[in-house]
């Protein structure tokens, strides 16, 4: 890679964090970056919310009255079911999470059983954040998961695994490695609830099954000495949330 385009992918990321709908204004200095990235022929995320942000809204806004929700909420939890191939939506303004829609994963490789090193092709299972929304993902939007969590590389330190993967997203289009693949509408509207409450307020429960309804897993499971105490994680942020 060279200089020019890693500062570009730097100036992309860099971006991602700072602006969203609910966050600080902008700097001076990040507005002259994304300046730089329209004459780069790039978006920002100030591009993507107004292209996307009206029609997902109508989209959206019935499911948050029926859940008796404002909209935009103020903070998100996103559920991922390794075992139904399902992503759930919940969101909050201050109060309980509600359930606001669930959206089919269209793609996901590997089987039930957490991430361990690069090129496995496993999904990551446990808790989250979300690092960084990319308006320029090859794969029309994403949400760049904070993978490996601390967790993560408590347990590799003490296996002495040290290439664990990355680049772990939640993306449109149907096909993916290693990744979430939504389609384009679904992460539309993903992307703009990130946009409204910002990265930082966001969780994600990557999950073998749904733990609130069964503790069954699949019988082709990866198991590890550390998968116990990794689902009690996983199972206690579950149970905070309705089914």
């Known amino acids: ?25 902008i700097t001076m200095n990040e507005r ?22 009206a029609i997902v809204e109508r989209r959206l806004r019935p499911y948050f009255q029926e859940a008796g929700l404002p909209y935009p909420p103020t903070a998100l939890v996103l559920v991922g079911i390794k075992e139904e191939k399902l992503l759930q939506v919940y969101a909050s303004s201050g109060g309980s999470f509600k359930l606001i829609r669930t959206f089919p994963i269209l793609a996901a490789s590997g089987t039930a059983g957490p991430k361990v090193h690069e090129g496995d092709r496993q999904v990551p299972e446990g808790v989250y954040g979300i690092e960084k929304l990319n308006p320029n993902s090859a794969y029309h939007l994403a949400l760049r ?46 992307f703009i609830l990130g946009a409204e409450v910002g990265a930082p307020q ?34 206690r942020d579950l149970n905070d949330l309705p089914e």
Not at 159 to 188: F, K, V
């Open 145 to 190: 998961v904070e993978y490996p969590n601390k967790f993560d590389l408590e347990q590799a330190k003490i296996e002495g695994r040290t290439d664990l993967g990355g680049d772990i997203m939640i993306h449109g289009s149907d096909r993916s490695a290693g990744c979430l693949a939504m389609g384009n509408e679904a992460i539309e509207d993903l």
């Open 202 to 235: 966001i969780k994600l429960i990557l999950t073998p099954v749904d733990f609130r309804k069964t503790n069954v897993l699949p019988a082709d499971t990866k198991i590890y000495p550390f998968s116990d105490e990794l689902y009690a994680h996983i199972k």
């Open 1 to 25: 890679m060279g200089v020019g385009w890693t500062v570009i992918v730097s100036i992309v990321f860099v971006l991602a964090s700072a602006i969203s709908c609910n966050a600080r204004p």
């Open 32 to 53: 002259i970056a994304e300046q730089s990235l329209r004459r780069q022929g790039l978006h920002t995320i100030e591009d993507r919310y107004e292209e996307y942000h």
